[in-house]
């Protein structure tokens, strides 16, 4: 180091710096940092306290302020004093990582890091104040609960702007306060009276929360209405995904510009299926109908199998506006209030639903498909289809409950054949398909499903769905076809390359299998394989063994538990 002044300061200077230990000077905060980047910056070096002060003391209190920070740091455990009065950075070897934070009801956290399968433990007294959604680095400290690393946070990287949406109480002459809807979200929030805008007691209210003051204070910046209004709810959580309700006036027109009129041009490129008996399988309240089947049987007694696919590529054009707004809502979002649409209603409810006796463009697969199950062909093309007839499952499943029988007025027979003699001959195949899938190694780990029913009061029942036959009659033609495609491109990947997304599930992780194990055993239940040969198992293992357990009270439970050491 450079020895800048060779005397020390006198009398004079310590005597004019004296008010300066009340009130630290932006100087010395400036040589705070300074003697701490020394350390920072040369980490292996030790420096002796009169060296530091020799090179930055410009006054006698200048020195004392040096000799403070050099005691404060090594108190703070930040540096360390080694041989012949020398101090040198301490170096932290603690593993850390930057994700967002994912807070529970109880105060304790998960920490995301991208791109790693496991999320970091955080207990309610190591998250440093840091809010749920906000980005965070940790230091890695050990393992926690469940297996998962735990750790503590050492620094907010990025404060979460996501507002918070929560039933607002009025304060008189004093704002307000948020109790916020999402129970991770930690409240209330205090709202001043400048910044209540007009909410009214008990309104369900949006607000954006304050960065910069730890204690959690904001502003309403939206009110969606009292909170026994279901259709607000169903606004607030539309809000709170930060799913866009309108679409842009550029991505309207972009709807409307396209016709629904084919052109001999056109049709010279697609293959024409309106001759089929082609028809729709959707739940009675499904608005909008985006896939279709249609089945013949062979001489040979094999069969066609085709699905048929609303071709939105022919509407939306990659690059687009209104590709780019579908892809920033990714999904369609389906209540009891309303509908809000991936893409606009002109798509979604006209042009891209496979409405019964309008013609529509399609994607389809057509696949040859032995009594046995066994896909011998299959090709994909472009098309156009004019659905025969809109099923819901319930009339499907009673079509199959009661066999050939003609149905008369309800559901007429069309041409020559009659729908329920196609859908009696798609039951039979699809059982033969199923059970060979399952033969193949295929899990069979359905779940209960739940849905939300809604009164005309707006008064909301959870029910679980009934799962019939003709629900598994589409899931199987869906997966042939998904099959099918995903064969299509792999066999043309050589002569055409392509990117392609394979959506593949990997072999079970042994340690999640031991998870598994540990579990069933303080369930009582019994595992039937190797412990100390998890690596080797097989899903057809598993799934023969799910399948003995069928009238197990705990049947539901187990399914759960082993999708959970297959994810």
Known sequence: MSRRHSKRPGRNSRSK???????PSPKQTALQRSVQKLFEDKPDISFRTRDIIMEYARSSAEEKEIRRIINALHSQGLIKRVKGKRFQQIVDETPRAIGRLELTESGAGFVRVPNSHNDIFVSPSKTMGARHGDRVEVAISGQGRFRNPSGRVIKIVERDDTPVVGRFIALPGRGGLVYPDNPRVPGPIQILEAGRRGAKHDDRVQVIVDPHIRTSQGRVVRIFGHIDDTASRFAALLAEAKFPEKFSARALAEADESSLEISDSELATRTDFRELMVFTIDPASAKDFDDAISLKRMADGSYELGVHIADVSWYVAEGGKLDLEARERGTSVYSSHGTSPMLPHSLSSD???????EDRRTMSVIMTITPDGEVKNSQPCRSLIRSARRLTYAQAQQLINDGVKKWGEKLPALRKNSIATHVYHLKTLTAV???KRF???GLNLELPEYEVASDENGDLTILKKEVLESNQLVEEC???ANRSVTEFVNRSRDSNPRVFVYRVHDRPDVERLEALVAQLDSLNVDWPFSRGNLENLRSKQLND??????EHPLVEILR???LRAMA
């Open 433 to 435: 398909m199923r059970r």
């Open 478 to 480: 869906m997966l042939a």
């Open 545 to 550: 063994w799910i399948e003995s357990l069928s």
């Open 560 to 562: 759960y538990l082993v």
């Open 351 to 357: 042009k891209c639903s496979l409405v019964e006796g």
């Open 439 to 441: 033969h193949d190694g």
């Open 17 to 23: 710096s004296s008010s300066s230990r009340k009130s």
